[in-house]
């Protein structure tokens, strides 16, 4: 199975009423918080020496702002199935745009964990309930994974400028 076809398959298993409801109540949650948490993110990247070139042109913090928040909100948005061949299309698209800036991958990921680490931290302090609490964390956990798979493997193969592709 192709990589674009198992996160499908995993994002079409949470399809389901319940997980939608559950969703639909973490991005209540958690859209409204997005450009704190986007904040937090680029204060912590932007003390990365090797991002610094980046920080230095004035116009890309507010850009790449806008655009993380635009993500996230994404990220917590009901999805049909046209949705999901988008938001994976998506994925893969900010995959290619890293490597094709020659963002070292592991910023991509320290990304996600701050990003993970802060959606959560809300989530905790706004949560009723440690079962409803438990259960969006681990539907955080494996959107992410989902997410960083697809901006991994896109990543990978765009840096190798290949031909062939995975998905």
Avoid: C
Avoid at 34 to 48: G, I, Q, R
Avoid at 49 to 59: G, I, K, R, T, V
Avoid at 137 to 166: A, C, G, P, R
């Amino acid at each position: 199975m192709e990589i674009k076809e198992l996160v499908k398959d995993k994002l079409a298993r949470h399809n389901n009423r319940k997980t939608r409801d559950r969703f639909r109540r973490i991005g209540l949650l958690l859209i409204p918080s997005a450009p704190e948490v986007v904040d937090e993110l680029l204060d912590e990247l932007e003390k990365e020496a090797e991002l610094s070139e980046f920080f230095a042109d004035q116009n890309f913090r507010p850009k790449l702002r806008e655009a993380i928040i635009l993500w996230l909100e994404a990220l917590f948005t009901e999805k049909n199935d046209v949705a999901i061949e988008a938001f994976i299309d998506r994925q893969i698209e900010v995959g290619r745009k890293h490597a094709d800036k020659q963002v070292n991958i592991l910023y991509i990921h320290h990304g996600a964990s701050i990003l993970k680490r802060e959606l959560n931290d809300r989530l905790r302090k706004n949560s009723k309930g440690k079962k409803g609490f438990l259960k969006s964390l681990q539907i955080i956990d494996e959107l992410f994974d989902v997410v960083l798979s697809l901006v991994s493997i896109s990543y990978i193969d765009f840096s190798k400028d290949t031909t062939t592709t995975t998905f």
